[in-house]
Nanobody, 111 residues
Framework: VQLVESGGGLVQPGGSLRLSCVASGFTFSSLHMNWVRQAPGKGLEWVSG????????SYTASVKGRFTISRDNTKNMVYLQMNSLKPEDTAVYYCDQGATRGQGTQVTVSS
């Protein structure tokens, strides 16, 4: 089972990034997927989740209206489109399947 994230980087406040996660080693299309993050000096925070079919997204309150989660079950991919980024969104973002988490991708929001 493997999850590999990409798409992080340095962006100015108000900017956008799109994170991607490719999954392998399990039946991706039958499992709920999540994005979680860990800011410097803080614990792990759930950010967003999406059901197996990709029709029911959910978000933590702080990102609702700014982030959009999606998935492509034909490609074993899950995405997180992040708009209107704020400095407090700075964190390592992880793709999470419950039992497995990727290595993470760093997102830094700074001017």
């Amino acid at each position: 089972v493997q999850l590999v994230e990409s798409g992080g980087g340095l962006v100015q406040p108000g900017g956008s990034l799109r994170l991607s996660c490719v999954a392998s080693g399990f039946t991706f299309s039958s499992l709920h997927m999540n994005w979680v993050r860990q800011a410097p000096g803080k614990g792990l925070e759930w950010v967003s989740g999406i059901d197996a079919s990709g029709t029911i997204p959910s978000y933590t309150a702080s990102v609702k209206g700014r982030f959009t989660i999606s998935r492509d079950n034909t490609k074993n991919m899950v995405y997180l489109q992040m708009n209107s980024l704020k400095p407090e969104d700075t964190a390592v973002y992880y793709c999470d399947q419950g039992a497995t988490r990727g290595q993470g991708t760093q997102v830094t929001v700074s001017s």
